[in-house]
């Protein structure tokens, strides 16, 4: 389970969303402490997560335009699993990631900090 003040990294390559999920979980006591925008950013943020301390990721699926199909979250939780498996990992995309501990779907942000507290 994660602790109510989680410490979270978000991967999300569309600036309004990326504020979006930080405000909402912001809001209910958890801290942003790395973000991405990029999956090649992203995977370069997952080395750090470890001196970051952090507990929680929320990715989005599709990171590169053009892309819709959730292979790039895929990708991204590959990389958190293989250097961080204990990190709690919330996929937020248009479609679920094979994988994640939670999907959340985008449009239904408002539930983010609750899931977050209850993974």
């Known amino acids: 389970m994660a602790p109510e003040n989680a410490k979270v990294f978000?991967?999300?390559?569309v600036?309004?969303?990326q504020e979006t999920i930080r405000r909402?979980?912001?809001?209910?006591?958890?801290s942003v402490v790395l973000t991405a925008s990029t999956?090649?950013?992203a995977i370069?943020?997952?080395k750090k997560f470890r001196d970051k301390g952090i507990q929680v990721a929320v990715i989005d699926g599709n990171?590169?335009?053009?892309?819709?199909g959730g292979q790039d979250g895929e990708i991204l939780l590959a990389a958190i699993r293989s250097t961080t498996p204990e990190v709690k990992v919330v996929g937020m995309s248009s479609h679920p990631i094979e994988g994640v501990d939670i999907n959340v779907l985008k449009g239904n942000e408002r539930f983010l900090g609750r899931v977050v507290k209850e993974l």
């Open 44 to 46: 370069e943020e997952v």
């Open 10 to 13: 978000i991967a999300e390559d």
């Open 39 to 41: 999956l090649s950013e």
């Open 63 to 68: 990171m590169n335009s053009g892309n819709s």
């Open 24 to 30: 909402k979980l912001e809001q209910v006591g958890h």
């Open 15 to 17: 600036e309004r969303w």
